[in-house]
Nanobody, 115 residues
Framework: QVQLVESGGGLVQPGGSLRLSCAASGSIFSIYAMGWYRQAPGKQRELVAT???????NYADSVKGRFTISRDNTKNTVYLQMNSLKPEDTAVYYC?????????WGQGTQVTVSS
């Protein structure tokens, strides 16, 4: 089993920045992917960004150039730096950990972009 602990959500004005963190613990092997998904009210959960154990990244078109995903393998932690936030970025953000074909999810952290 893998446990995920997220932090860093909150309320921010449009144009502002936030940094999300997600630390994984438990039965972790050397090869795994981590990422962030989000779900806005009334909408399906969607991919935001992912990063493999080798460092390859993938972003949703809506966040390219504004969000940066990174990971610290020594701490089994993934980060999401979110800049130039827009009201449409408002959602619950979920950390995802994928290992040996199994997905694990964090509890979610609320990000609200509003003036």
């Amino acid at each position: 089993q893998v446990q995920l602990v997220e932090s860093g959500g909150g309320l921010v004005q449009p144009g502002g920045s936030l940094r999300l963190s997600c630390a994984a613990s438990g039965s972790i092997f050397s090869i795994y992917a981590m990422g962030w998904y989000r779900q806005a009210p009334g909408k399906q959960r969607e991919l935001v960004a992912t990063v493999t154990s080798g460092g390859s990244t993938n972003y949703a078109d809506s966040v390219k150039g504004r969000f940066t995903i990174s990971r610290d393998n020594t701490k089994n932690t993934v980060y999401l730096q979110m800049n130039s936030l827009k009201p449409e970025d408002t959602a619950v953000y979920y950390c995802n950990f994928k290992q040996l074909g199994t997905n694990y999810w964090g509890q979610g952290t609320q990000v609200t972009v509003s003036s």
